[in-house]
């Protein structure tokens, strides 16, 4: 439903689970203003929570924990004082090449939320990442679990979506970008979006927001674009931005609902028995039958 103004209202209030929002980080905004103007889009679009996961890759040596912890806490402090309802929590987009150089301590303090538990890994965008089963093993054995960010976007899946169906078998959950279902990402990452949704591969939807004005934060026209695709309507796919995210920050279990293989099949209509055509008569006079003698 639609509140005062054209604001999106989803009951609770919408998770925004992967977003670049902390100013002069990585590729975000580079200023507090940036930062507030896309806190304003938020909250303008219904978003009452966004998680701030600056890149943690190697183009980005510098951002580590106690500098988004910095940053965090100085957008807090702007936020309050523009009287901007939005709660900001901490986190990072990590490359699946940086996890190696990362402690447990370091993965910890940049976990979803700082639960803990759950971290977002970033999809490369070309190829597929070679030992990625034995990353996520690692992972688990060290006690954490696993949010795939945009595997849509990613070459790899674009060309083999099924490739995707192991890794979530193992435990690992997918979040896409809202912005993919609109189209802004091309056609190739809109058709693997839905491509992923209707065979139950997809549990978490976020904004990946960089700027006002390039990816800007808002979630209800991709939602609506999940809606549409399943052909529900966009209460009934909520889960994705409310409840699952809430479940992320928790730290804990996350059972998630099939989306697309549980919605119900359509019925398949027999087809209909084609009709016999007469066969034409031979000419010519009609032929006699022999008698039949026995041997």
Known sequence: MTG????????????????????????????IDGTLEMARLAVADGVTTMVCTPHMAPPYPHTTPQRVAEALARTREALAEAEIPLEVLPGAEIAMDWIARMSDADLRAASLGGNGRWILLEMPFQGWPVGVTDLLTDL??????????????????????????????????????ASSFTGEHGRMARQ??????R??????????????????????????????????EPDDVRWMVDEGPRLVLAGGDVRTPRF????????????????????????????????????
Request: proline share 14%.
């Open 260 to 295: 697309g293989m549980s919605m119900p099949a359509r019925p398949v209509r027999a087809p209909e028995p084609r009709p016999r055509r007469p066969r034409p008569a031979r000419p010519g006079p009609p032929r006699s039958r022999r008698p039949q003698t026995s041997r």
């Open 199 to 232: 065979n139950g591969m997809v549990h978490l939807l976020a904004s990946d927001a960089h700027a006002p004005d390039r990816r800007p934060p808002g979630l209800s026209e991709g939602l609506a674009g999940v809606a549409g695709a399943l052909r529900v």
């Open 140 to 177: 688990e054995l060290r006690g954490f679990r696993p949010v795939l960010a945009h595997p849509e976007r990613a070459g790899g899946v674009q060309s083999a979506p099924e490739r995707m169906r192991d890794l979530v078998g193992r435990g690992a959950l997918t979040q896409l970008t």
């Open 192 to 197: 693997t979006a839905r491509t992923l949704l």
């Open 4 to 31: 005062a103004g054209g604001a999106r209202r989803y009951g609770r209030g919408v998770i925004d689970l992967h977003s670049h929002l902390l100013p002069g980080i990585d590729d975000g905004p580079p200023t």
